[in-house]
């Protein structure tokens, strides 16, 4: 069974300019999550997505930060413009529903590591 | 709210040694808590889970870790280390549904030989 897939694995790019990152979860998993981690920190979740319904995006700086899961399936998280501090790896998870309502295990794809100079 | 603390920013054990992690969480309800292992330019793998049945929970590669909810810890400990142990591993606690992890800062693990 294939993992969660990202792409591009590493970015550097100037402040001010956009960035997206890609992600295709692992097949049949409808909810899709988006994490930022920082150097030394562990990930911090920035949105969660139950098909294509963003269901808490609370943790997005939305200024500057969208995303977007078109048909339920693959994500893409972009910034425009960015800035020094988002320099951090973004990873992507995906899940199936778990027993009794619960969510099942997350699983994660290896992230992108941005460099914003 | 949940939060979770890792008492160790590096722990250092020479191979065929004993490991131990240390995590000591908060939460306002009976928690479900995570290890999770990340491998350089590799995804995050879930070790084991604590879901509120046996205290003593065994994950993958001779991992095993102990719900104390009088200490509000929940250590990982290996009786033996092998040099691919070396990693960095979070301790992670959600909400009551499982959908909202929490990290910890993470401890990096240094293999001897």
């Known amino acids: 069974e294939a993992g969660v897939v990202q792409s591009p694995r590493y970015k550097i790019i100037e402040k001010k300019q956009p960035v997206a990152f890609w992600c295709n979860p692992i097949?049949?998993?409808?909810?899709l999550y988006w994490y930022r981690q920082n150097l030394g920190q562990g990930p911090e979740l920035l949105i969660r997505y139950e098909n294509e319904e963003a269901v808490d995006d609370s943790q997005l700086p939305k200024d500057r930060f969208s995303a977007e899961r078109l048909k339920g399936v693959d994500s893409t998280l972009k910034i425009q413009p960015a800035e020094l501090g988002d320099s951090a790896v973004y990873l992507c998870a995906s899940s199936s529903p778990g027993p009794s309502g619960r969510y099942g295990e997350q699983f994660f794809g290896p992230g992108t590591r941005l460099t914003v100079l | 709210a949940q939060s979770v603390t890792q008492l160790d920013s590096h722990v250092s054990v020479s191979e065929g040694t004993p490991v131990l992690l240390r995590c000591n969480y908060s939460?306002?309800?009976?928690?479900?808590l995570f290890w999770y292992v990340q491998h350089p330019n590799k995804g995050l793998q879930l070790l084991l889970k604590y879901t509120s049945a046996a205290t003593l929970v065994k994950g993958i590669n001779g991992f095993e870790a102990e719900f104390k909810k009088s200490e509000t810890s929940f250590h990982l400990t290996k009786p033996s280390a092998h040099m691919s142990d070396a990693a960095e591993y979070f301790c992670?606690?959600?909400?009551?549904?499982?959908?909202?992890?929490?990290f910890g800062a993470g401890t990096i693990l240094r293999v001897k030989s």
């Open positions: 097949s049949g998993h409808n909810t």
């Open positions: 992670v606690v959600s909400d009551r549904y499982g959908n909202k992890l929490v």
């Open positions: 939460s306002s309800y009976s928690p479900s």
